[in-house]
Every structure is written in C-alpha cells, then in structure tokens.
C-alpha cells in the first residue's frame, strides 16, 4: 500500500514529525530500526526504579518542549533548587552564573575558587580580538577572555551538551549570542547586562523524559512499525500513483519495499547520508562529514544512608577535561529531581557520562569498567565511598552530532538539495540544536516544507 508519507526514525524529531503530519489528514507509517521508539529518550530499571538513562530534561526557556508536553497532556516539573558545581582546582566548587562559560559576575567567579589568581587576572582583562565570520566557542571566548576560563568552564559546559570540545564547536550554532556580543564589543560588559530571570531554565515529565515518546505515539494517529530499518530510498515517479517515494525496509534477506508520497529523514547524520546517497550525492556528503561523539551514561543507586548529606543540596557537578579524570559530569538525580526522589526514601540515584568526541577509548571498557571508573571517580570528587545496590550501562554509540565550525552554512546547504526535491524532508538533532526544544522544533520545520510542497 502506498502511504502520504513515511517517516524514518523514531527518535523524538521522528515522532513529533510524524504527528504533526498525522494531524493535517495524511495517513502516516512511522519506520524504527531499533526495537523501540524514543532514540535517546529512554528509561530504565535500576534498583526496582525507572529512571531516565538517556536525555533526563529539557530548556524550558525556549517553548518547544513545554507545548509538546501540553499538546500531549503531560505534567512538567523543575529542578529543586539544589545548585551545580564544578570540579575545578582540587574541589568542588559553585558553578559560577554564566553564558557558557563567561561570567555574568566576575565577583562571584571570583569567589568561586574556580580559575586559578593568574586565570581570573586574565578573565578581568579582557582583551578585545575581532570577530569576523564563525569561529569555534573556544577560540571566541579564549581571545577575549583566557585559556584557563575555556578549559576550566566553556569546555565542561560545553562538554556537557555537545560532549565535544570548545575549540571545534561552532559559536554560530551552539551559542549565537555570545557571536553576536564578540561582534558589538564587550563579552563581560554585555552578558552582566543580560536581565536576570527567575523563570526556570530546565523542565522534565515526572517519571522521566523517557515517557515522552509513548505520549507522542498515543492518540498521534500515525502508524509505527519498530524493528524496521530502511535501507535505501529512490524517487518514482510510477504512472497513476504519481511521483513520490520507494523505501527499502528490513533485512537485507526479507527485504519489502514501502512507497510513500513524501518521506521524512529524522534519522541521525550518518544514516541519513547513507539513505541520501544516491538520491543527493551533494547533500549526503556534507551530512556524511558531520561528525559524532559516543557516550555513556552509567546509572547507579545506593543506600540513602551511604551517601554524605552534603551532596543532597548539590544537583551534580561537571569536570573540566584538564582535571584528567574519566568522568565528565555526575547528575545527582536524587537531589535534582523530586520525583526520583520520592520513587524510594531509602534508595538514591544518581548518574556519571563518560565519553567526548575523540576519546573513544575511555568507553571501550566493560560495563563493569565504566561503573568501576565511575566509582571511583565519585570517590574522590564526591566522598561517596560506599558500594552501590544496583548499576546500569547505556551506551550511546555516535549519539551527539558535533557542529563543527562552519555548520549552520553546511545545513543550508543540505537544505536547499533537500527542498528542491519533491515531498522530501529532514529533521533531527543534527541540524538546528541538540537539545529537545531545538529537535522538535526542526520537526515542526519538516512537517511544514511537506505540507507547503502539496
Ligand atoms: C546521553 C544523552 C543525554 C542527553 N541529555 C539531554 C538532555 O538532558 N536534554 C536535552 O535537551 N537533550 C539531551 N540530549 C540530546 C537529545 O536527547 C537528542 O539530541 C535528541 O533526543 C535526538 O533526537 P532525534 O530524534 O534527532 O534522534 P535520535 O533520538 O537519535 O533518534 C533517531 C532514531 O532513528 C533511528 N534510525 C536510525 N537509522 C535508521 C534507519 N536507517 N531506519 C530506521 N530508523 C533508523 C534510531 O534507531 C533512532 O531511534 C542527550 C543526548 C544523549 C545521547
């Protein structure tokens, strides 16, 4: 049967996309190569709770998130107040109010204890270098600012989104603003004007953001099939039907053949370059060249009574990749999140990731290697000492698209082939922003170059 349209990847761009084509009338199939849908939205067991093991919140500075959650009836919470740290010069230290990485509050920073005398010297005297066309977020804020500021706080940051390193990652497209201020003059000057707000920065569902893509999918009116990985898509343009789409789907032995009007890559770069390989040779090379960081991330539950009290006021800490430990954050789920911790008094859980674009090394340990690296990181940095009741590995194998400098450039490219192709659309985190806000809105972006194209 031929369908209106056929959406590849199941991940959240996918099913948002989806969704929104479902609710327009066209009749929508839904394609997941692996055997559920959500991609790096997803839950766990550890100890007997479900937590997340995958992306664990959402901005809640920028609409997207917040209105799918409302579209599908979902409740969203906030972090407790517990405050993050930074592992920095032999403690843990407040992480400092910042723009990734540059200080709204020199004194604060100051007092922080996070850059070294000469490092917050330097930080002070800023330094005016010009910036022209994109440049990396390393190199932006170590021209104004220092090396010590990038290493000690852009690169955990940063890190912590992209796991990747500041001086590759595009400013044009992970942090636009701080391009625009280097462009108009003062960093410092500018971002301690920015207007403070109390308004939560993050949201999350109760019980997880590994919830969410079940929500998508119930009343989305589209069709899902999991376990269905396509491998390749031509145009056809077969007589009555119309021009539109064939998708090979399946193994390679029982392959079957989907024919769509319009099809929806939300597929990571890779697969999406693959699929596009004979269809826009041009476009599929710029996506092919649009390099991914492996990560992981290691659940572990222990005893309440093992954990120090202190940590409880603490929602976790971030290591600047100077500091040469494994781990690269810990999140401490139990004190960021009520929910976890209301799951059970007795139990708390808590998160470290390992792995930066790079380094694949540090995650070609074991299981057991990770969560052993993991604890004794936590040893040392946290004082948690204790053995934990339960562990769990996710990996995530080429999971964050690294936005190189020179990107946005790069998706308009893909973008304009794209377009130029009859009911023909790509979406995902490896376009406008990794985070979910940034996805699902690069899906409504899909869903509407299909339907203006009809
Ligand atoms: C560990 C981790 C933590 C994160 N934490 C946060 C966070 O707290 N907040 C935040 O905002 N963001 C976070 N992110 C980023 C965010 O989760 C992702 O960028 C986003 O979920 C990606 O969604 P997507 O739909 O573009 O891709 P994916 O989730 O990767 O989905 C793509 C889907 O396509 C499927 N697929 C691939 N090839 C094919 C094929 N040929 N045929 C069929 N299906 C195919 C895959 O199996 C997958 O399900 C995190 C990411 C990771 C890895």
Redesign the pocket.
């Given at each position: 049967m031929r369908r209106d349209v056929v959406v590849?990847?199941?991940?959240?761009?996918?099913?948002v996309a989806a969704r929104g084509l479902a609710a327009t009338g066209r009749d929508v199939l839904l394609?997941?190569?692996?055997p559920?849908?959500?991609?790096?939205?997803r839950s766990a067991e550890v100890a007997g709770l479900t937590v997340?093991?995958?992306?664990?919140?959402?901005?809640a500075r920028r609409p997207e998130?917040l209105a799918l959650a409302e579209e599908v009836g979902a409740e969203v919470v906030h972090p407790t107040p517990a405050t993050s740290a930074v592992w920095s010069r032999g403690a843990l230290r407040a992480l400092p109010r910042s723009l990734m990485g540059v200080p709204l509050d020199l004194d604060q920073l100051a007092g922080s204890g996070v850059l070294s005398p000469g490092g917050l010297a330097r930080a002070r005297a800023e330094t005016g270098t010009a910036v022209d066309d994109d440049v990396s977020v390393g190199d932006l804020v170590a021209g104004r600012l220092g090396d010590e500021l990038v290493e000690r706080l852009v690169e955990p940051l940063l890190g912590g989104?992209y796991?990747g390193h500041a001086r590759r990652i595009s400013a044009a497209a992970a942090v636009p603003q701080l391009l625009a201020m280097a462009r108009r003059g003062s960093l410092l000057e500018q971002v301690a004007d920015l207007p403070t707000s109390t308004a939560p920065v993050?949201a999350a569902l109760p019980g997880g953001?590994g919830r969410l893509p079940g929500l998508v999918v119930d009343g989305g009116g589209f069709e899902v099939r999991t376990s269905?990985?396509?491998?390749a898509l031509r145009p056809v343009t077969s007589g009555r039907s119309g021009s539109g789409w064939a998708l090979t789907?399946g193994p390679t032995t029982g392959a079957e053949t989907v024919e769509a009007a319009a099809v929806v890559l939300?597929?990571?770069a890779a697969?999406t370059a693959?699929?596009l390989g004979d269809v826009l040779p041009d476009a599929a090379a710029e996506l092919g060249a649009v390099e991914a960081a492996s990560?992981?991330?290691v659940t572990l539950a222990f005893r309440a009574q093992d954990v120090p009290d202190a940590l409880f006021d603490r929602s976790g800490f971030l290591v600047p990749p100077v500091e040469r430990r494994t781990i690269k954050a810990s999140t401490f789920s139990f004190a960021k999140w009520a929910w976890v911790r209301d799951l059970d008094p007795d139990v708390v859980v808590l998160r470290t990731?390992l792995g930066r674009h790079g380094e694949e090394a540090t995650l070609q340990a074991g299981d057991e290697g990770l969560v052993r690296v993991s604890l004794a990181d936590l040893a040392a940095m946290a004082g948690i000492t204790a053995r934990p009741v339960d562990t769990h590995v996710?990996r995530?194998g080429g999971?964050?698209?690294q936005y190189a400098v020179g990107h946005l450039d790069r998706v308009a490219r893909v973008r304009a082939s794209v377009a130029a192709q009859r009911g023909l659309a790509v979406?995902?985190?490896?376009y406008d922003g990794?985070?979910?806000?940034?996805?699902i809105g690069?899906?409504r972006q899909a869903v509407a170059s299909v339907t203006r194209a009809e």
């Open positions: 590849v990847g199941g991940g959240i761009a996918g099913l394609l997941e190569g692996s559920q849908v959500g991609g790096k939205l997340d093991v995958g992306a664990e919140a959402m901005l998130g989104v796991a993050f953001m269905a990985t396509v491998r789907v939300a597929t990571p697969a693959r699929l990560v992981a991330v990731s996710q995530w999971a964050l698209p979406c995902g985190a490896s990794v985070g979910i806000p940034a996805v690069s899906a």
